[in-house]
């Protein structure tokens, strides 16, 4: 609970109506994943910290879930992306989660995985969130966003 790389997490949730998450702002785009893991799990007594954007170990956020059978310390990592998720992101969640002693690794993207992901994911303690998972997480929440990466590959090469 008590990390050095935590910060203080920001308020989204009224800013992103309409928005397009795979064109937002990347900083924004980890508060609102820390926010929405919040509503998701806070209500069973789970903690979500936010880490700072540099030096942070590859986490992008901590969730303790302090319930004795399923919970423990989680690893989450928001990737703001436009192209399909690589295996080494995968991988790569998967040493930290190896390294931060977590019981459990969480990628949340805007955009897919390629196979090679869910192949590499399966049977080890990783939850791949893709766009459509994200939307739909986002909305049991209230929240109305749109993930449009056509227009965010344009948005974003200007």
């Known amino acids: ?25 990347w900083s924004d785009f980890e508060h609102l994943i820390r926010e929405l893991f919040e509503k998701e799990f806070a209500t069973n007594g789970s903690e979500i910290k936010i880490t700072q954007a540099s030096r942070d170990g590859g986490v992008d956020a901590i969730m303790f879930d302090p319930d004795p059978i399923r919970g423990g310390k989680y690893v989450i ?5 436009t ?7 995968v991988r790569d ?13 969480i ?3 805007t955009a ?16 791949l969130i893709n766009g459509s998972n994200l939307l739909y997480m986002l909305e049991k929440h209230g929240y109305k966003a ?13």
């Not at 990592?77 to 992306?81: I, L, N, S, W």
């Not at 749109?146 to 974003?156: F, H």
């Open 1 to 25: 609970m008590n990390d050095k790389r935590f910060i203080d997490g920001e308020r989204i949730d009224g800013t992103i109506n309409g928005t397009n998450l795979a064109s937002m702002d």
């Open 77 to 81: 990592q928001a990737k703001r992306y």
């Open 83 to 89: 192209n399909v998720v690589g295996v080494s992101a």
């Open 93 to 105: 969640l998967y040493g930290t989660l190896m390294n931060e002693g977590a019981v459990k690794g």
């Open 107 to 109: 990628l949340v993207t």
């Open 112 to 127: 897919n995985y390629g196979a090679d992901s869910y192949e590499f994911a399966k049977d080890k303690p990783i939850t």
């Open 146 to 158: 749109k993930i449009d990466i056509k227009e965010a590959k344009n948005t974003l090469k200007d």
